[in-house]
């Protein structure tokens, strides 16, 4: 079977067990981005999964299972990587915007490829560390799938979010001792368990906002 076919059906049954409907326009696109995903994963090391088998859950739905929780029009995805969640997010809401941030520069070149590919018109790309990034408009939402601890991740991502953001953590177990990490002024406003088809294992999405200092 080739990587399309495959995708698309597993794509298909794991969007089915997570109650998402999903037009399939946009399901070609993901299957389409997990495609180049597959193919440049060979020389630009984007990620360690490599079985095909396990792209669909460990990729796609893994960053769409976020989806439900999530508010606001203007995101951030801090060490995007090869696009995750942000690629996936962006697809399923064009109607909202998405800037993607790696110091990498050979995974940002991917994601270049796949804006122009996929012409995902909603998608910007910023090739740098996050320290250095002082956005014109400040965001909604600060996402992070792999970036850092969550004291790292508020610390260095404090002067994107606009005053009401939030900062929106996908972590594995429940992070306990990171929690207890962080300063005093920051709030967590929700923890969602997340059940991702395929998946083994705890996953879980933090919702933290910060308070006066």
Not at 63 to 79: K, Q, T
Request: charged share 25%; with cysteine.
């Amino acid at each position: 079977m080739d990587s399309n076919t495959l995708f698309s059906d597993q794509l298909s049954r794991g969007l089915k067990l997570m109650g998402m409907t999903v037009a399939p326009e946009q399901q070609q696109l993901l299957v389409n981005y997990l495609c180049l995903f597959e193919k440049w994963n060979k020389a630009y090391n984007l990620s360690a999964i490599r079985e095909r088998e396990h792209m669909v859950s460990r990729h796609l739905l893994d960053s769409l299972v976020v989806a439900p929780h999530l508010r606001g029009e203007n995101f951030i995805d801090v060490g995007t990587g090869g696009g995750l969640p942000g690629i996936p997010l962006s697809i399923l809401w064009p109607e909202k915007k998405f800037t993607l941030l790696d110091a990498n520069g050979k995974k940002t070149r991917f994601l270049f490829q796949v804006k122009t590919e996929l012409k995902l018109t909603n998608v910007t790309i910023e090739n740098r560390r996050v320290e250095e990034f002082v956005p014109v408009q400040k965001f909604d939402g600060v996402i992070s799938r792999a970036f850092a601890s969550l004291s790292d991740m508020v610390q260095g991502c404090h002067q994107l979010l606009l005053p009401e953001g939030r900062f929106w953590a996908l972590k594995g177990v429940y992070p306990t001792d990171e929690l207890s990490a962080l300063e005093k002024h920051y709030n967590v406003e929700a923890c969602h368990r997340l059940d991702v088809p395929g998946c083994d294992g705890e996953r879980h999405l933090l919702e933290l906002s910060a308070g006066p200092q």
